[in-house]
């Protein structure tokens, strides 16, 4: 029996499958504001996406924070433990930075971080980061019902069940699909598309040898985190290169994209949609534009859709200024194109003469 969860509670109907909350921005008393990364991102988005009349705060779905419970069903104890307590190694050594959260500042790489004591880590950074992980989980659930889910956080791919790194603390994407496959019945098949400019370590790894997950993964050959044993988890595999433009990056993704969902047919597609891909980022390395973020998440609502699967979608990295911007300007497109909306959408039911969405990919 799977233990009682807060985070698959009935949602009613009157609000969209959009998850978020407050509590996701990480704020360190201003200190943030001094370093390029922008951890305050996913507010931004939902800023936007008011200003432009999308949404008001009663048609989202609140995230909860992830339980020590719910994370279980895929960290170890250990691992939970590890994040809690300051390391050993930095316990009673008499230095002024005894008590230094190590161990998160090298997980979550925010340079701030190193600068807090670990009381104040936990409850700027890892609360956050369970909150986000909470909505992933949640909008896992309601992918499945709806049709469409979007958590406007989450997507930490790099950690696995026993290893956090890169800005992951959490397996939000393992989370979502076992929680899925232990409690919705019909679930059991899944396909993570990752189109992060970094390789889905974390989800590989936790996935390895398991026939019910399919991966595809395309993200910069070059670089973090090279995972040479997490690849092997991988089922379509697109390297790219250095500086890889719009043209190319799309058809990459249209083409292996329509085989990934041929070669194995899911109940619920996870699509981890980090805009570090965008021309500028210095991690990602690769230069898609800002249109073609909004085309890319275009490209993979229709031929998901379009193929009746359900889709929840995660922002994952990518926190450069105007990165929020993108993110509200792809969710406004998603919108405008008619691939989301605030209908209970059962593209597999329609009960009218219109179908909601062109079952054809153009
Ligand atoms: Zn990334």
Redesign the pocket.
């Known amino acids: 029996m799977p233990h009682p969860t807060q985070l698959y509670q009935h949602v009613p109907e009157s609000r969209w499958p959009i998850v978020y909350s407050p509590r996701y921005n990480i704020t360190f008393l201003g200190l943030e504001k001094l370093h390029p990364f922008d951890a305050g991102k996913w507010g931004k988005v939902i800023s936007f996406l008011k200003e432009e009349k999308l949404l008001s705060d009663s048609m989202l779905v609140e995230a909860r924070e992830a339980s020590d419970e719910d994370l279980l069903v895929v960290h170890t104890r250990r691992y939970l433990n590890e994040l809690k307590v300051p390391q050993e190694s930095d316990v009673g050594s008499g230095a002024p930075d005894a008590q230094w959260s190590f161990a998160v500042a090298t997980i979550t790489e925010i340079p701030p971080v190193i600068f807090l004591p670990n009381f104040l880590v936990q409850r700027k950074v890892l609360k956050p980061l369970r909150t986000q992980t909470g909505g992933t989980i949640m909008a896992g659930k309601l992918a499945v019902e709806r049709g469409w889910a979007i958590n406007i956080g989450g997507g930490f791919h790099h950690c696995s069940s026993d290893r956090g790194g890169?800005f992951c603390a959490y397996a939000d994407i393992t989370l979502a699909i076992k929680f899925l496959f232990e409690r919705v019945e019909g679930v059991s098949r899944a396909t993570i598309v990752d189109l992060?400019?970094?390789q889905g370590n974390g989800h590989e790894r936790d996935f390895m040898g398991d026939k019910r997950v399919y991966i595809m993964d395309v993200y910069n050959r070059h670089i973090y985190p090279g995972d040479r044993f997490a690849k092997q988890a991988i089922r379509r595999k697109v390297e790219l290169e250095w500086g890889t433009e719009d043209d190319e990056y799309l058809r990459k993704v249209e083409r292996n994209l329509e085989k990934a969902l041929q070669e194995h047919q899911p109940d619920v597609v996870v699509y981890n949609a980090?805009t570090?891909v965008l021309e500028g980022d210095r991690?990602?390395g690769l230069s898609i534009s800002p249109q073609g973020v909004v085309k890319r998440d275009e490209l993979v609502f229709r031929l998901v859709r379009g193929h009746q699967v359900p889709i929840l979608m995660v922002t994952?990295?990518?926190y450069q200024k105007r990165t929020a911007r993108i993110i509200a300007d792809s969710i406004l497109n998603l919108y405008g194109q008619g691939l989301i909306g605030p209908q209970p959408a059962n593209v597999s039911a329609q009960n009218s003469d219109t179908p909601l969405l062109p079952l054809e990919v153009p």
Do not use: Y
């Open positions: 890169g992060d400019a970094h980090g570090d991690l990602g994952s990295g990518g």
